[in-house]
């Protein structure tokens, strides 16, 4: 079956404590929405730093979460100096820390930063009506000049996603594909992980 694919450049979620902290009380307005309900790209912007280096010009993501969260790719992480894992979002317990700085503070954090697992948005109605229920992970191929196969791609369930894959930059570049291309899940002759 085909997906569309959602690629994610690095960026940032904030809580609202620390969002005081880098902005205190500016605005948080919306440059544009992304395809998962609610979720925007803010006009806000953060650098990330390390003891070896920073990345300017992080969007923050919309809206302010429960927790902060950093989601760079293993490519930034050589620049950083990092060597964060592959999570989940909201498994932060620990991730790899990083100091975010704003236009009025900055702010450190212990753990807060990862490389986010490839996943597939999916609601218990699609999951049903694709045959994928009690199933955690698929693979997923993806065409094109420099297609191929990525195995672990994690089913994330709400009622409130659209369908879609997301990748990281990373990922997306290595199979020279970009938002909005399809990719397709596999399901015949896979080994899957069912949970």
């Given at each position: 079956m085909k997906i569309s694919i959602g690629v994610s450049n690095r960026h940032v979620h904030l809580c609202e404590e620390d969002y005081k902290k880098l902005f205190n009380d500016e605005p948080f307005e919306v440059v544009r929405y992304l395809n998962q309900p609610g979720e925007f790209a803010s006009n806000k912007k953060v650098t990330i730093k390390t003891d070896k280096d920073i990345i300017e010009n992080v969007r923050v993501i919309g809206?302010?979460?429960?927790?902060?969260?950093?989601?760079i790719s293993k490519t930034d992480s050589f620049k950083l100096g990092l060597n964060p894992p592959v999570r989940d979002s909201g498994d932060l317990e620990g991730s790899s820390g990083i100091t975010i700085i704003g236009p009025v503070g900055e702010?450190?954090?212990?753990?807060g930063c990862i490389i986010a697992n490839r996943h597939i948005h999916i609601t218990p109605e699609e999951r049903i009506k694709y045959g994928l229920e009690n199933i955690e992970e698929v693979n997923v191929r993806l065409d094109g000049i420099k297609g191929g196969i990525i195995n672990h791609v994690r089913l994330k369930e709400s009622p409130k996603y659209a369908f879609e894959l997301h990748l990281d930059t990373d990922d997306a570049n290595a199979h020279f594909v970009k938002q909005g291309?399809?990719?397709?899940?596999?399901?015949?002759?896979?080994?899957i992980k069912k949970i």
């Open positions: 809206p302010i979460r429960k927790y902060t969260q950093i989601e702010i450190h954090k212990e753990n291309d399809l990719a397709t899940i596999i399901i015949e002759d896979n080994e």
